[in-house]
């Protein structure tokens, strides 16, 4: 059993925003998680909301955060984004997000269950090949 999670956007933007209603119960989840893999495709849209809400400060923090090696990051490869247009697809009344398709696949591909979100909604919705649902983390 693969015992790995990956981390959704607004998870990571909620840990780092202690103004967010939701940074504490993130944060304390964040605490106990091991094996977490932070998707490369989230960067660039947790780069945009942090700057977008004046959080240059943290988002510098975040990012020597990982460069110290302290969340992997797990790119993308191409039969994710293949699987991610299939989910677009076939999903496309569900209004899913690209980073969230891309993490659906990936999370099929490496076959991992945990998901770290705050978008229960998509995440409750969307049927992964490799197990009956995702288990959501908070």
């Known amino acids: 059993m693969n ?9 990571i933007f909620a840990v780092l925003d202690d ?14 998680e091991r094996n977490t893999l932070l998707p490369e495709v989230v960067l660039p849209e947790l780069a945009y909301l942090m700057l ?4 240059t400060k943290g988002l510098i923090k975040f990012l020597r955060y990982i460069s110290d090696g302290n ?8 039969q994710d ?6 989910i677009l697809e076939k999903y496309a009344d569900s209004k899913f997000d690209f980073v ?10 490496l076959e ?5 979100t705050v978008d229960r909604r998509h995440f409750n ?14």
């Not at 919705?125 to 908070?138: G, L, N, S, V, Y």
């Open 71 to 78: 969340l992997p990051i797990i790119s993308a490869e191409s």
């Open 19 to 32: 103004a967010d209603e939701r940074h504490t119960v993130c944060a304390e989840a964040y605490k106990f």
């Open 112 to 116: 991992i269950k945990r998901i770290l």
């Open 52 to 55: 977008r809400e004046n959080k």
């Open 3 to 11: 015992n790995q999670s990956l981390i959704d956007t607004g998870f």
């Open 81 to 86: 984004l293949k699987r991610a247009s299939e």
């Open 125 to 138: 919705i969307f049927r992964p090949k490799h197990c009956d649902a995702f288990e959501i983390i908070p």
């Open 100 to 109: 969230d398709c891309v993490i659906f696949a990936i999370a099929e591909r």
